[in-house]
C-alpha cells in the first residue's frame, strides 16, 4: 500500500541554522512527491514538487529537496532557517494510476519550531 | 487571483447534531478535493470531484458524510450525524486541471470542527 513516512514529530532548530526533514515514501510507480507548509490557522502552501528530471528540487522560501529513488526518500533542506519558518510540514506523493489518480496521500507531519 | 474560500472557520457542534461546511474553489478549476486533518495526523482526502461528478470518494463514510458540488464549482460536504471522532479541520483543494498526478492542489484555510 502506498504510504508516506516522516520519522520526526517535531524538530527545534535555532535561526540561521540548517535544516532537513526527511521523508520516505512507499509506492510501486514513479513517484510524484511533494512538500507543502501549514502555518497555524493556515491551509496548506506548496514548497515543491517533483515528478521526473534533476533529482534535486529548488522551491520557494529558499527551500529545496532530493529526490533519492534508491532510498525512497524525498528530504526537505533548508541551508539558514528563519523565524518564519517556524510550522508544519508535510510531505505527500501524488497518486498517478488508477482510480486514485491525483489524489495525494500525505505524512503525519513534522512541527518545525526555531530557536531564537 | 482569489485563493479557495471556505467557511465557516469554527464551528462547535454536539454529537448527533448535523453540520455544513462551504467550500469556494478558484476560478475555472476543474478539480475539487476535500480533506479531513485530525489533530496530529496529515490531511486524509475524503472526496474527489472533476467537475461536478464525483471520482473517487472511496475514504468517504458514506453512512453519515455526504458532498456535492452543484454546477462544477462551489461544493458543500455535510456530516450527519456526527460523531465524537468527526472533530477535525477540513480542508478543501482544487487543481486546475483533470487529475493530473503533478498537479498543484490550491487549499483552503478550512474550517476547524469540535464535536460535543
Known amino acids: 500500500a502506498q504510504s508516506v513516512t516522516q520519522p520526526d514529530i517535531h524538530i527545534t532548530v535555532s535561526e540561521g541554522a540548517s535544516l532537513e526533514l526527511r521523508c520516505n515514501y512507499s509506492y510501486g510507480a514513479t513517484p510524484y512527491l511533494f512538500w507543502y507548509v501549514q502555518s497555524p490557522g493556515q491551509g496548506l502552501q506548496l514548497l515543491l514538487k517533483?515528478?521526473?528530471?534533476?533529482?534535486l528540487v529548488q522551491g520557494i522560501k529558499g527551500f529545496e529537496a532530493e529526490f533519492k529513488r534508491s532510498q525512497s526518500s524525498f528530504n526537505l533542506r533548508k541551508p539558514s532557517v528563519h523565524w518564519s519558518d517556524a510550522a508544519e510540514y508535510f510531505c505527500?506523493?501524488?497518486?498517478?494510476?488508477?482510480?486514485?489518480?491525483?489524489?495525494?496521500?500525505f505524512g503525519k507531519g513534522t512541527k518545525l519550531s526555531v530557536k531564537p | 487571483e482569489a485563493g479557495v474560500a471556505q467557511s465557516p472557520r469554527y464551528k462547535i457542534i454536539e454529537k448527533r447534531q448535523s453540520v455544513a461546511f462551504w467550500c469556494n474553489p478558484i476560478s475555472g478549476h476543474a478539480t475539487l478535493y476535500w480533506y479531513q486533518q485530525i489533530l496530529g495526523q496529515g490531511p486524509k482526502l475524503l472526496i474527489q470531484?472533476?467537475?461536478?461528478?464525483?471520482?473517487?470518494d472511496s475514504q468517504l463514510p458514506k453512512d453519515r458524510f455526504s458532498a456535492e458540488r452543484l454546477k462544477g464549482v462551489d461544493s458543500t460536504l455535510k456530516i450527519q450525524p456526527a460523531k465524537l471522532e468527526d472533530s477535525a479541520v477540513y480542508l478543501c483543494a482544487s487543481s486546475s486541471r483533470v487529475r493530473l498526478a503533478g498537479e498543484t492542489q490550491y487549499f483552503g484555510p478550512g474550517t476547524r470542527l469540535l464535536v460535543l
Open positions: 505527500a506523493v501524488g497518486m498517478n494510476y488508477g482510480g486514485s489518480q491525483g489524489n495525494l496521500i
Open positions: 517533483y515528478f521526473s528530471g534533476d533529482t
Open positions: 470531484f472533476q467537475n461536478n461528478g464525483v471520482v473517487d
